[in-house]
């Protein structure tokens, strides 16, 4: 027989309470590495535009623009640092659990039942320091999607046969 | 009626040859136009393209029909289909040969079209959709509108077979349809003069940029001083004339963009009506093209009711269907325009025949209000920037205007923003001044559930949910972090619990 009892919204599981597990912490090389390249790209593209723009107004405020550049890549560079620790993971029975981000926290759940497939793909420096990414993909536009950057490669293959072996229930 | 055997692979309609000359050679002036003008021009100027005589050129323009028509021929052979038990079949192509394969319960949408062309000559276009994305969709240019009902009712045989065990009733198989709503002429007017015009004076001015920039060498060509010298002579009355010349282009503008919209929600919705057909509800619109579309309550995943203060006034209320991955081309014609409250509320009944209308409305914290007025500042500060580049001293007059309006936009933002939650469904009321929104889902098609929170936020203890269903985002904006984790909680709870399919 159908029944419908009522819920006590107190005693229904809860996403603030679970253990989140972290990231490898060497995904830090990473995210510092690019910032690292993308920040050189921008100074070079501005000495390059010096030497052949061959405009005084752009040469006098030069230098502003070096400072300005060096000033973005600093705060960058430290907010990169200190939301690093909020880039979390948890796995429950039903659902997994990504969290992240220092000025604008996100916590993400997407439950087993509505994903469509997962992927592990590895950059070139994540394979370098035996890293990988989780790709969860759930139906729909991208904007549903989980993506676990920085994950130990071991991790990541035993989290995706966790979940593969989730979908085939 | 006879039947018609689908079970063996058969082309489309002879007509179909026709249909796909049309389309081709439709594709290939579109493709060309800029290289077609500049040819002609070139013949009216000298005679002569690149020393082709016009005998030469004739030549060469019935040889691309020859190419056009053949090609089209050889598509239409090469063109066939055929449904098996469970899976629709079609294969295509002339040189490179393809075959598609669709399961029958993997379609989402099936669509009857008429353009001009088709109308003429009294075929159907069948465009078959799934949810994956644009390149599995698939197109029948040419059917007999017989034929293409037999298909489409073909097509949905299994679900109904499936339904019909679900419900065990048997009236269901009268199928007895009534035509639910038709929409006048006289409230196709009324929608098309009380919809937000800013939006075609956009896709206005970037039509004729685009124009302008297709035909940049051609318009110079032209010398337009000959023509209109008079307005580039400088004298003591240039400015004036400039003045007068610039508010009459305006007006022009104006004028055109309210007649394009209006004539445009004419066209597209000329003749609209809606269907009750038990199972599925059918819409079926347009003048020039066609379009007739069936929706099945299964595959909708969000529903959006908009109107503004005129259409309100004028009892016109906007109806949006939102499927998965449609794309936004298709998505438009999932739209009924012109409906009244009763009819709202019949079609929410029908679709959403557990909704509750009397829900409890939950509101966003004040403090929502706080962040959307400094969400405005930038947009203060660059008004009065651009105002003090235009009138020197006096540009904090603006402020007269723009502060209050900031003020009374805020307010009915914050008025019309809450949220109502019941066991089946979510609904989320936004807008702002003059538009008012109504999202509603269904709590099982959730597919992930994020509560966000910025520094500010979390000072004050509050956060976002941001709820996702395989065809949109909807936002419950700022409530207390407790509340933010309860719904998210229970929203989770719901779609973990019950384990139903999205679609």
Not at chain 1, 135 to 141: E, K, L, T
Not at chain 2, 175 to 193: D, M, Q
Not at chain 2, 425 to 451: A, D, F, R
């Amino acid at each position: 027989m159908f029944k419908n009892e009522q819920i006590n919204l107190e005693e229904l599981p809860t996403v603030d309470t679970v253990t989140y597990t972290s990231i490898s912490k060497t995904y830090l090389k990473v995210l510092l590495a690019n910032r690292i390249i993308v920040f050189s790209i921008m100074l070079i593209a501005l000495f390059l535009m010096k030497a052949y723009a061959n405009n005084i107004n752009f040469e006098r405020s030069f230098s502003i623009f070096v400072i300005a550049l060096l000033v973005v890549f600093v705060l960058n560079i430290i907010l990169t640092i200190l939301s690093f620790s909020k880039r979390q993971y948890a796995l429950r029975t039903h659902d997994i659990i990504y969290t992240k981000g220092l000025l604008v926290n996100t916590v993400t759940t997407l439950p087993f039942i509505r994903i469509q497939h997962i992927e592990i793909s590895r950059s070139f420096l994540a394979r370098k320091l035996n890293l990988a990414t989780l790709n969860i993909y759930s139906a729909g536009s991208s904007g549903e999607n989980l993506s676990i950057k920085g994950l130990p490669l071991e991790a990541a293959n035993r989290l995706n046969d966790h979940i593969t072996s989730k979908l085939n229930e | 009626m006879n039947d018609f055997d689908f079970s063996s692979p058969s082309r489309q309609s002879a007509k179909g040859v026709l249909v796909l000359f049309g389309l081709n050679t439709y594709k290939f002036i579109k493709r060309s136009i800029t290289l077609l003008l500049v040819f002609a021009y070139s013949l009216f100027q000298k005679g002569s393209v690149f020393g082709f005589s016009i005998n030469k050129l004739i030549l060469l323009l019935i040889g691309v029909i020859l190419v056009l028509l053949v090609k089209a021929i050889l598509k239409y052979l090469n063109f066939t289909f055929y449904i098996s038990k469970d899976d629709f079949h079609l294969s295509t192509g002339i040189l490179k040969k393809e075959t598609v394969l669709i399961p029958k319960s993997k379609i989402q949408n099936v669509y009857i079209k008429q353009n001009v062309l088709q109308q003429l000559i009294n075929v159907v276009q069948v465009n078959v959709e799934t949810a994956g994305d644009k390149s599995t969709e698939i197109s029948i240019a040419a059917l007999h509108r017989e034929k293409a009902m037999q298909l489409k009712a073909a097509l949905f045989s299994n679900r109904e077979a499936i339904q019909l065990e679900d419900t065990n009733e048997t009236e269901i198989t009268a199928a007895e349809s009534n035509v639910f709503f038709k929409a006048s002429i006289k409230k196709l007017l009324l929608e098309g003069v009380s919809q937000n015009h800013l939006q075609s004076f956009f896709i206005i001015i970037a039509t004729i940029a685009g124009l302008y920039t297709n035909f940049k060498d051609l318009i110079k060509q032209f010398k337009w001083q000959n023509y209109f010298g008079d307005w580039f002579v400088m004298d003591k009355e240039s400015f004036l004339k400039t003045l007068v010349l610039n508010a009459f282009i305006f007006v022009i503008l104006i004028i055109v963009t309210f007649l394009v919209s209006l004539i445009k929600t004419v066209i597209v919705n000329y003749n609209l009506k809606v269907v009750d057909n038990n199972k599925t509800i059918e819409i079926t619109k347009g003048l020039f093209n066609k379009v007739s579309l069936n929706l099945v309550p299964s595959r909708i995943q969000n529903i959006q009711i908009t109107t503004n203060r005129i259409k309100q006034y004028f009892g016109l209320h906007t109806m949006n269907f939102k499927q998965a991955m449609v794309t936004k081309k298709e998505q438009k014609h999932f739209a009924i325009i012109g409906l009244g409250k009763q009819q709202i509320q019949y079609l929410v009944q029908r679709l959403y025949n557990k909704y509750n209308k009397e829900l409890e409305q939950h509101k966003p914290e004040h403090y929502y209000k706080r962040i959307l007025i400094l969400k405005t500042i930038p947009v203060i500060v660059i008004i009065n920037g651009i105002s003090f580049l235009a009138i020197d001293h006096y540009f904090w007059l603006v402020n007269i205007v723009l502060i209050p309006y900031i003020i009374i936009a805020i307010y009915w933002r914050y008025k019309k923003a809450y949220y109502a939650l019941d066991d089946v469904y979510l609904s989320i009321g936004s807008g702002g001044l003059l538009s008012t929104t109504k999202e509603l889902l269904e709590i099982h098609k959730i597919q992930t559930v994020s509560i966000t929170q910025s520094i500010f936020q979390k000072r004050r203890h509050i956060a976002s949910v941001k709820v996702a269903t395989s065809s949109k985002v909807v936002t419950i904006p700022f409530v207390k972090t407790e509340e933010a984790k309860t719904i998210t909680n229970y929203l989770l709870y719901k779609v973990e619990s019950q384990r139903l399919d999205w679609m």
